[in-house]
């Protein structure tokens, strides 16, 4: 019998983000960031267990939540701004060694500010590992964007020298194609021998090998600019990364029917009541003129609402947009306006930004979500909007199905 080998994933996530406030919680395509570090070691065939360092106890709860242990709370003066990876990692084995006797043959570093792995990426790096005795660590790279042979360093006097040469007579004036390849190393995974942290004191040892990464995958996310990038990428259902849920569907190249709920999505989910009990929504106006477009390109737009109100009708009238109300089950009402118009499912889209609208993401060729809607539309979305509802997100998918129109068009 052959023994498996011992392989510890271990999560590090701080509570105590500056750059992001509560960053490692934060939603990140509906679901927390940290949740997607531990899904990449669950994922994994050859990973044992996964664990969270955290020293805050709100992510230690919502870590369990998505399958990791926290036996222990990492110490505060382990989680500072400036604290290094080798003594929460050093921390962890010798918490681990003292109370539970356990030595893990390989553990692994999983950053969640690098969200967007590829499925099979931890296998192969502990794999790696493995397979050479003679190495310390494996860490993940990927070409790098500007060659450092080109690069400078500047004097205090002002002259600039080479930041590299290694023997190559003026490097900085060589065709790039001529230079060495260089490899820029990403945060996605470290697969360490404990003996490099705990007897070398060192995060990857002497022997490091490269375990070389599509550049698609480069996301280190430390600005909210990064993020919104890297949600954007994320929703690629082409892109083979870990995901929480089935991959996302791609809106289809040819829409008959987009269906919108009303409450949170035309509105900004807010309302005014007078002492009559008359109700006041807003919206934005720009959504007119986007409904009106795509009614010209023969696409038909319906709003489907649970709640029976005269405010919906009204704002839907002034619109020109047929609506149906009070419809408790709004999944058989979606079948019945597909039926009744005779659109396919692979033809339709709907956009919605509740838990309530969830029964009807399955029935439609894609369903999308305005950028304020709840974690559970969030999170089973196949793409979220970069504008909230009420402020511009119904305007937002009219341009973009009519800019996918035009590029067809273009291109026929």
Known sequence: MVTRPEVL???????????????????????????????AARQAGVVTRVLLSTDDEEIAAIGRQYGAETPFMRPADLAQDLTQDLPVFEHALRWLEEHEGYHPEVIVQLRPTSPIRPRDLVDRAVRLLLDHPEADSVRGVVPSGQNPYKMWRLQPDGRMAPLLAEGLREPYNMPRQELPQTYWQTGHIDAIRPRAVLEKRSMSGDVILGLVLDPRFTVDIDTLRDWERAEWLLRDPTLDAVRLGPPPRPIPSHVRL??????????????WTDAEGREMVAADRGDGWGLARLRERGIEVVVLSTETNPVVAARCR?????????????AAALRALMTERGVAAAETIYLGNDANDLPCFPLVACALAVADAHPSALSRADRVLSRPGGRGAVRELCDLLIQTLESKETHA
């Open 258 to 271: 987009v269906v919108l709920d009303f409450d949170g999505v035309l509105t900004d989910n807010r309302v």
């Open 318 to 330: 002034k619109l020109g947009l047929p609506f149906v109300q009070g419809s408790n089950d709004k």
């Open 9 to 39: 994933a271990i999560v590090p996530a701080r509570g105590g983000s500056k750059s992001i406030p509560r960053k490692n919680i934060r939603l990140f395509a509906g679901h927390p960031l940290l949740a997607y570090s531990i899904a």
